[in-house]
């Protein structure tokens, strides 16, 4: 089932969201709807659950951290596609992955990412 959802991650969620963010004014509201249809599809998953594969830390919440990455560049650039009223298990999920002991092995602080994330959109979308 893990596979299923990081390709369903891959291959859906992550070319919505970056469209959000490549569109224009005009088509980004259908844009935003788009992800949000699709982020409700997995935040469904995770209802009942700390993780996806239950109580623990596991392959899918470190493996496709897609999520965590979208937190962190929304507010880079100062959006809300993940609405914590219209997405509150997937906010929970994902304060649990960034502060699950195992996952700050691997990854660096928020506030590493955050900064690595506004450099990498100042460079391809140019300075706000």
């Known amino acids: ?53 239950g109580e623990s830390l596991g392959f899918l919440d470190v493996a496709r951290n897609v999520v965590v990455w979208l937190e962190v560049s929304q507010e880079a650039l100062g959006m809300n596609l993940l609405d914590k009223e219209k997405f509150p298990i997937l906010h929970e999920w994902c304060e649990r992955v960034l502060d699950d002991d195992a996952f700050k092995q691997v990854m660096p602080p928020k506030e590493k990412l955050l900064a690595f994330t506004r450099a990498r959109f100042e460079a391809f979308l140019g300075p706000k």
Do not use: Y
């Open 1 to 53: 089932m893990a596979r299923f959802w990081a390709k369903f991650i891959d291959e859906k969620i992550q070319p919505a969201v970056w469209k959000t963010l490549l569109v224009g004014e005009n088509e980004r509201e259908a844009a935003i709807e788009e992800a949000h249809q699709l982020l409700k599809t997995l935040e469904n998953e995770l209802k009942g659950k700390k993780f996806f594969g």
